[in-house]
């Protein structure tokens, strides 16, 4: 076993018996701890930027893209919004405890299936620092116990960060040990962490494609697959042609670098020719580049459409762009749609538009998604659209929790039943 191997099974140790400590600790307690965490960031900004800094500037020597940059910056305000985010978290209703069914059974057994916490939850993630505080007060919340391993490029900014919530926890009621981070910064300690099967209940991986699926692949921990995100929209021959343009302007380019933006536009070929026109009239004002089949470069041509249009190859059918970008396919059939829908989805979020009950019902019914929208933006698989409030992420699996993972989702069950010198 190597050192950083021990190093890492040291601290799921630590996490474990800061677990068990926390698990029974009342909503009180572990809302006072939140509410100390997020003072405890706005009152030490300065560190944390300062160590951002350093890794604002490594990122820039190394040739990093200034959206990337962009996302790894922390500023006053930016921690700000983030301990508000915490407080927010503090507001949620704690699911510990939280009884899911039961009842008396005939032979006078009381049985309940309450929530418990999963325990020891890594999480594995990219880029942005803001999660480590996302991550953390959602542990907390749901009672799980934290280890985080982010990205070498803010390794300096999760350090602070770390040090600051354990400094705020040392004065509450909730073990330190319950937020911990990592040890190491290259793939080994990674690679440790997935490897710690009976220390770590669960792993989730936050970030793009690549990530989740070598999580996926290497861990023996089980893991909970989230945030990649290739959603489609379908315009149905029935559509509402407004509707369609609105959602699939909105789906697109709304906010495109995250999970829950259409990567690919399929239309019904009944209204291909009064639509694509529209829509890539309306893509060019948000600055979308098109990537179509023979159908839609085509129709684009014969209306000198302003819109970038490039061809479609497959790998674009594939493709998560995360960007302004859009596949566009003209299809025969809503079953033309869902073939295509099945073959390349990632399982994420798919959206229809139309105005013919039959066929939402029947697209509803056929499409294997985490989250289907009728006439809505697949902008809105969301934690916080939802109601949920804050979310650790967006699992695209079917096991345990599937769609937005709010606070409910950061937990188990088991069942109590109480009897009164019951013996079978």
């Not at 220390?199 to 991986?205: A, F, K, M, R, Y």
């Not at 829908?341 to 066929?359: F, G, M, N, Q």
Request: charged content about 25%; aromatic content about 4%; overall charge negative.
């Amino acid at each position: 076993m190597s050192d950083i191997e021990r190093e890492v099974r040291a601290v799921a140790e630590r996490a474990g018996d800061a677990a068990a400590d926390l698990a029974p600790l009342s909503r009180a307690v572990k809302d006072a701890a939140l509410e100390a965490i997020a003072e405890a960031l706005v009152k030490r900004a300065d560190e944390i930027t300062d160590a951002n800094a350093r890794d604002v500037a490594r990122a820039r020597e190394d040739g990093t893209s200034e959206a990337m940059v962009d996302r790894l910056t922390l500023t006053p305000a930016r921690i700000g919004a983030i301990a508000d985010a915490v407080r927010e978290i503090v507001e949620l209703p704690d699911p510990v405890g939280e009884s899911v069914r039961g009842g008396v059974l005939p032979n006078g057994l009381d049985l309940r299936q309450i929530r418990v916490p999963l325990g020891v939850v890594g999480i594995i993630y990219e880029g942005r620092p803001n999660v480590t505080v996302d991550a953390a007060a959602l542990c907390l919340k749901s009672g799980n116990a934290a280890l985080l391993r982010g990205s070498s490029s803010a390794y300096d900014s999760n350090t602070a960060i770390v040090a600051v919530i354990r400094d705020a926890l040392a004065g509450t009621g909730v073990p330190v040990d319950a937020v911990q981070l990592v040890p190491g910064r290259t793939r080994e300690s990674s690679q440790a962490l997935m490897r710690a099967r009976g220390l770590v209940d669960v792993l989730i991986p936050r970030g793009g494609g690549s990530l989740i699926q070598a999580v996926v692949r290497d861990s023996t921990v089980p893991v909970i697959e989230t945030g990649e995100g290739l959603c489609h929209v379908y315009v149905d021959a029935a559509a509402d042609l407004d509707k369609a343009v609105a959602i699939t302007v909105n789906a697109k380019a709304q906010r495109c670098s995250v999970c829950n933006s259409a990567e690919t536009l399929l239309v019904h070929e009944a209204v291909a020719e009064a639509f694509v026109p529209r829509v890539l009239a309306a893509l060019a004002d948000a600055d979308v580049t098109v990537h179509g089949d023979d159908r839609v470069r085509a129709i684009a041509a014969a209306h000198s459409s302003p819109a970038t249009v490039v061809g479609a190859t497959e790998e674009d059918w594939a493709a998560e762009y995360l960007s302004l970008d859009l596949a566009v396919r003209v299809v025969p059939t809503v079953d033309d749609a869902l073939a295509h829908i099945r073959r390349y989805s990632t399982r994420h979020t798919e959206a229809i538009v139309t105005d013919s009950l039959p066929t939402s019902r029947y697209f509803v019914s056929r499409v294997d998604a985490a989250a289907v929208m009728v006439n809505a933006s697949t902008r809105f698989t969301d934690g916080g659209e939802f109601g949920f409030g804050a979310e650790i992420g967006i699992s695209t699996q079917k096991l345990h929790a599937r769609g937005p993972m709010g606070l409910a989702e950061m937990t188990s069950t088991k069942y109590v039943v109480t009897g009164d010198g019951h013996v079978r």
